[in-house]
């Protein structure tokens, strides 16, 4: 059975994550989205905001799971037992930074592979960032989180004004 984890601190989830999730979903039988801490971020969503949102997110794609790290990725990969990591990159820069952190995490998991694959059709724009900023200025985020998440990801960032 072929198996990947595509880790993230997801911050809200986008519309762009949704996309690589899915795309990993058509290529691996079994794919596991990983909650992270961001030690450099300060979270806006809790890390259980987070997985409930994911959750309902990916609650169309069968193969998909979502768990909760606080840790090394190169751990998470260890303990599990996986070895293929997906990433994601929407510009050459993101592309550069995600080198050098597979490059960290083989030299500490020398059995982790990460894949990178290039943002899908029209999601080069969306970053969880780029949702924070348009809600803090009272902006439309419809066309930048999934659907079915949409409005409880509104509501959270407007409490936060």
Known sequence: MSSCVIPGSFDPVTRGHQDLIR???QL???VTVVV???IRKQGCFSPEERVRLLEKACRCDPNVR??????????YMREREERTV???ARSAAEFDAE???AQANRMLNPEMETLLL?????MQCISSSAVREIAAFGGDIREF??????EEIRKKLLKMD
């Open 23 to 25: 795309r990993a979903a």
């Open 28 to 30: 691996f039988d079994r």
């Open 36 to 38: 992270m801490v961001n």
């Open 66 to 75: 979502v768990e909760r790290w606080e840790g090394l990725l190169s751990e």
């Open 86 to 88: 997906i990433r994601g």
């Open 99 to 101: 080198i050098v952190s």
């Open 118 to 122: 290039p943002a899908g059709d029209g």
């Open 145 to 150: 989180v999934p659907r079915e998440c949409a």
